[in-house]
């Protein structure tokens, strides 16, 4: 058989533009699922997804559909939307030949949709327009299709108005798909090739990757070869998600599916690479495409030294499910032995942060995030360091590289000069300004990553009134003026504070940084002075005043047994500390870098 009959595609979107809410409609609409209530949104199948209302793995669901006498097998591959998982979106649309890009129509286009419509664009993907959510009192289905044709170019024959709520346009969506979407192309005679675009374990099946096929077939007991790695497997199980994994006897050229072969453990699967059949080999690997890279580190240890062992297991178990969280030792004078973590971004940070107190019940100590850096030594060497405690001294630093970004953010035009100045204060340069309708702007920046990564978000959101949206994408290190500033407690160097800044704005953070630590850090029996130093030179100095905090001191004796409760509870919140020296450091004093609020 062809693949005349096949569409493959996903859905697009800003965060809670209602992807989901339509994959839901469009499963229920070709009969993929019946018992309404078994789960609110198949496909977001994570406990802390749906939690968290987003989503973090892309799945892939396959439905029949019927027009004009004809079933088409429709696999809609879902993708997240927040900035951090961008790399998602581009895997999953690597498997896709059409995307749905879904706009809010009380919202209008968002700086995700224009980032998202770029990797559809380039990966060779036909876009059709979803205008979303027709049925709020609020929408302007006119309106953001203008904006769409604006700010994407698709044309009104391209948009099609929907509620994914009421069902209302849905079908006409889904006959969209087969008419305005192409086929996948039809390669059943050549050697079998499928690509990886996603991957999972699962305790009881081991690893689940999720392929598509593009050259012949992948067929059950197939011994098979992954052509990044050279290792072969037999396939035990192939089949696909109806939205439950189903069981089938072979995969065709052009369908999506799922492949168990009894693959160990998670890294040993590299996403994007092909499988091929071990005796007929296809000649080449289907093209890959960008691993996900870390934007931030930072470095974890155990609250007690003993429980290294069991924080290594914790991640090891927590990278079998999660391949883009990398973890490697480390070692720090003031907290002991811990691991550098790196993450996608903040949001991904908080979510492996949330699993590991969840899931593993482990007293951690956490520094502030960082990004990368890259040092150009006076031997002409180039080093990249994800910790400023890794610099090395500056007498061999030639310069300093940092990472770039180029940001786009999205806003209503009455907010644009709170959003200069925000951005202004951040070191970004305006690139462009482009108006997408009377009210809504588009501004490009070329932003250093370690201004926006940290709090920019949070900061813009309360410029706009929660209505500005921003994306970004790394361009590259350029020479920078930083330098490496040391904070000193108790007249200790502490290098799990330290932090890599401006020069230009290095004395006012430091001040404010150590400001934060003196509110943080709690009061004890003797003076603790705080200093900023760059290179032995002090910029700021601040000092906690000595005392001794009676809790018990408020509850006029009486009830020892009272008494005895706080005297826990406080040892209880000590826990989450490090002694540097004789000072008692929390954990929230190492993310005070995090909040350069006032
Ligand atoms: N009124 C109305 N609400 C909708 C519609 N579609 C989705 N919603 C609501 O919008 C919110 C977000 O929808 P989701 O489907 O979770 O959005 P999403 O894009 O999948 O979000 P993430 O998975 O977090 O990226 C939910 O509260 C939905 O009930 C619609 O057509 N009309």
Avoid at 149 to 158: Q, R
Avoid at 271 to 292: F, H, M, R, S, V
Avoid at 490 to 512: C, F, P, Q, T, Y
Wanted: proline share 5%; glycine share 8%.
């Amino acid at each position: 058989m062809g693949t005349e009959h096949i569409r493959n595609f996903s859905i697009v979107a800003h965060i809670d533009h209602g992807k989901s809410t339509l994959a839901d409609r469009m499963l229920e609409l070709t009969g993929s699922i019946t018992d309404r209530d078994r789960q609110e949104q198949m496909l977001d199948s994570m406990d802390l997804e749906r939690e968290r209302g987003i989503t973090i793995k892309a799945s892939a669901v396959t439905m029949k559909y019927e027009l004009d006498g004809k079933e088409y097998m429709l696999n809609l591959i879902d993708t997240p939307g927040h900035v951090d998982f961008h790399y998602e979106v581009s895997r999953a649309l690597a498997a896709c030949e059409g995307a749905l890009l879904v706009v809010d129509a009380s919202q209008g286009v968002e700086a995700q949709t224009v980032a998202n419509t770029y990797l559809a664009v380039e990966t060779g993907a036909e876009i059709i327009g979803v205008i979303n959510k027709i049925d709020l009192p609020a929408a302007q289905p006119q309106v953001v299709i203008e904006e769409v044709e604006h700010a994407i170019g698709l044309s009104k024959g391209e948009c099609f108005p929907i509620s994914a709520k009421s069902g209302e346009g849905v079908g006409e969506l889904l006959r969209a798909v087969i008419q305005l979407l192409p086929p996948p192309e039809d390669h059943s005679d050549e050697p079998s090739s499928a690509l990886i675009f996603d991957a999972n374990f699962n305790d009881y099946r081991g690893v689940i990757c999720y392929v598509k096929v593009v050259g012949g077939k992948l067929r059950t007991r197939q011994k098979i070869r992954l052509m990044g790695t050279g290792r072969t497997y037999v396939i035990s199980e192939i089949g696909k998600f109806a939205p439950q994994m189903t069981a089938v006897d072979e995969l065709g050229s052009g369908e999506v599916g799922y492949v168990i072969a009894n693959i160990k453990e998670l890294a040993d699967v590299t996403i994007g690479d092909t499988i091929t059949d071990d005796a007929n080999p296809a000649e080449k690997p289907l093209p890959g495409y960008q691993p996900p890279a870390q934007m931030v580190f930072s470095d974890f240890y155990p609250g007690n030294n003993t429980d290294y062992p069991k924080l290594r297991g914790a991640f090891e178990k927590l990278a079998t499910n999660d391949s883009s969280f990398t973890f490697t030792p480390q070692s720090s004078p003031a907290l002991g032995f811990g691991f550098r973590c790196g993450f996608l971004g903040l949001l991904h940070m908080e979510i492996v942060q949330e699993r590991l107190e969840r899931e593993y019940d482990i007293d951690v100590v956490q520094t502030a995030p960082t990004v990368s850096y890259e040092v150009i030594t006076k031997d002409g060497e180039t080093i990249r360091i994800d910790s400023p405690s890794m610099l090395p001294d500056p007498s061999h630093i030639e310069a300093l590289k940092e990472p770039y970004v180029r940001l786009e953010i999205i806003t209503s035009s009455d907010t644009i000069g709170g959003i200069m100045t925000l951005a202004e204060g951040k070191r970004c340069q305006l690139i462009k300004t482009d108006y997408l309708s009377k009210t809504r702007v588009l501004l490009e920046y070329k932003a250093p990553l370690a201004e926006i990564v940290y709090d920019f978000y949070d900061l813009l959101k309360g410029i706009s009134h929660g209505y500005a949206t921003m994306d970004y994408e790394l361009i590259g290190f350029e020479k920078s003026n930083l330098a490496k500033v040391d904070i000193l407690v108790n007249k200790k160097a502490v290098d799990a504070l330290s932090v890599i800044l401006h020069r230009s704005n290095a004395e006012v953070r430091g001040r404010k940084l150590l400001q934060k630590l003196r509110k943080a850090i709690p009061k004890h029996q003797f003076e603790i002075p705080l200093q900023a130093a760059i290179g032995g030179k002090i910029i700021a100095r601040e000092t906690i005043k000595a005392y001794r905090k009676d809790v018990t001191s408020k509850l006029y004796g009486g009830d020892v047994s009272r008494k005895m409760k706080v005297l826990k509870k406080q040892k209880e919140g000590k826990k989450r500390m490090k002694s540097i020296g004789s000072v008692q450091i929390p954990q929230e004093a190492f993310m005070s870098i995090l909040d350069t609020s006032d």
